[in-house]
C-alpha cells in the first residue's frame, strides 16, 4: 500500500496553492487606491488552509505509519514548489492589472515597493508559515490512532 508521490502531484497541489495565493493579489490590483494592503493577508491564510488540507490528505493516502521526517519533507516541497510557481505569476498579475495603477497614481518609490512586498511575503512569510503549519499537521496526523496496515481506526 506504500505509494510514493509522483513530480506531478506536487506540481498540481504546488499550482492549486498558488491559485488560492494569487487570487486576493488579484483582488488588489482590482482596487482603485492600492490602499487595502490587509487583502494581501487574505491570499497568505489562503495559501495556509490549502497547504494544510493538501498535507494532510497526501499523508492520509500513503497509508502506512509515514515517519515524521518523511511528512514534513513532502510538506516543505509542496511550499517550496508553489513559492516558485508564485513569482512569476506574482509578477504577471503586477505588470497586467497592477504597473499602470501605481504609475498614475504614486511615486517611482512606490511603484517598486509593491512589487518586493508582494515577493517578501510569498518567499518569507508564507515559506515561514508554511513549514509551521507543515509540521503541525504532521504532529496531529501522527497522533491519530492507525492499525497495523496505517488505516485510521474509526
Not at 500513503?62 to 513532502?74: E, N, P
Request: with cysteine; aromatic share 12%; glycine share 4%.
Amino acid at each position: 500500500m506504500n505509494q510514493n508521490i509522483t513530480i506531478i502531484e506536487y506540481f498540481r497541489t504546488a499550482i492549486v496553492c498558488t491559485i488560492a495565493y494569487c487570487i486576493p493579489i488579484l483582488f488588489f490590483f482590482r482596487t482603485q487606491t492600492l490602499a487595502d494592503s490587509w487583502i494581501l493577508y487574505i491570499g497568505n491564510i489562503a495559501f495556509i488552509i490549502v497547504l494544510s488540507i493538501a498535507t494532510y490528505l497526501i499523508h492520509k493516502r500513503l497509508h502506512d505509519q509515514t515517519k515524521m521526517g518523511k511528512m514534513i519533507a513532502v510538506g516543505m516541497k509542496l511550499t517550496i514548489f508553489s513559492s516558485l510557481f508564485a513569482i512569476p505569476v506574482i509578477t504577471a498579475l503586477y505588470y497586467t492589472f497592477g504597473y499602470n495603477k501605481i504609475v498614475n497614481n504614486h511615486d517611482a518609490s512606490t511603484m517598486h515597493s509593491i512589487l518586493y512586498i508582494l515577493f517578501l511575503s510569498k518567499i518569507v512569510v508564507n515559506i515561514l508559515i508554511g513549514f509551521i503549519v507543515v509540521i503541525l499537521v504532521a504532529i496531529i496526523y501522527n497522533q491519530i490512532p492507525k492499525n497495523i496496515k496505517g488505516e485510521e481506526i474509526t
